[in-house]
């Protein structure tokens, strides 16, 4: 097919990671996307310039998913899973769910992440998507119908509920999926990772961080309205 070469521009604190020790990376991606990639990292774009024996279109489309999922924090390996046809890259602007105020922001942030980075963990395990927190925006990998589970377990913390009720509709949607046994978002060798036990001492912990998040800002609006 012919050249055609399209570019992403991702943020310059990621060209390292495209590039790799001596290039390393920058090579591994090359040989898996079949393409030649030229980067520059003075203004952060990356150049991709298909194989001349390459004769799958769809995969100039994916290569370019799979550096822009690089770009906002996912690793190689990570990104790479968007090759597969079932394997979507999603990004949310945190903005769109809360707003455009700088706390609205930061307390979701803190919300999404959790104590130790258990709540992320945990959206992580339930719906097998990977999930990353980068700047104002959250970046999720995984197939579509893992995605809309995601997303709405997102949606639902960005609206104030809290941190154990979520983590049950999760566990729910967990049992429903099992009970569908021609779906094959799940591999259920891969679901015990998280006991029951764990999974109670992750709510009492949210719970407690929860309450603790809400003093802070109780204190904060009373300091505001002082002044």
């Keep these: 097919m012919p050249q055609s070469t399209n570019f992403v521009r991702v943020p310059k604190n990621r060209i390292g990671v495209i590039i790799g020790p001596k290039g390393s990376t920058k090579r591994e991606l090359e040989k898996s ?3 030649k990639l030229d980067v520059d990292s003075d203004t952060g774009e990356v150049f991709i310039t298909p194989n001349e024996d390459l004769n799958d279109p769809v995969l100039v489309i994916k290569s370019a998913e799979v550096i822009k999922g690089i770009g906002r924090g ?6 790479q899973k968007l090759l597969h046809n079932d394997f979507y890259l999603e990004i949310i602007q945190i903005r769109q769910l809360v707003g455009t105020s700088p706390n609205a922001i930061r307390r979701l942030r803190s919300r999404l992440i959790g104590t130790n980075g258990k709540t992320r963990k945990t959206i992580e395990e339930y ?3 990977s999930m990353v927190i980068l700047g ?3 970046s999720l990998i995984g197939l579509y119908t893992s995605l809309v589970d995601a997303k709405e377990a997102i949606n639902r913390l960005a609206k104030g509920a809290n941190h154990s009720s979520v ?3 999760l566990e729910e949607r967990r049992k429903e999926r099992l009970r569908t ?3 094959p978002t799940w591999d259920s060798s891969a679901l015990d990772t998280i006991s029951i ?10 719970k407690l961080k929860e309450d603790l998040d809400l003093e802070e800002e109780f204190d904060k609006l009373i300091e505001e309205e002082k002044t």
């Design 33 to 35: 996307l079949q393409c």
């Design 74 to 79: 996912f690793t190689p390996q990570q990104a």
């Design 127 to 129: 719906t097998k998507i």
């Design 136 to 138: 104002n925006t959250i």
């Design 167 to 169: 983590y049950t509709w």
């Design 181 to 183: 046994e021609d779906d």
């Design 197 to 206: 036990e764990e999974m109670d001492d992750i709510m009492r912990k949210e």
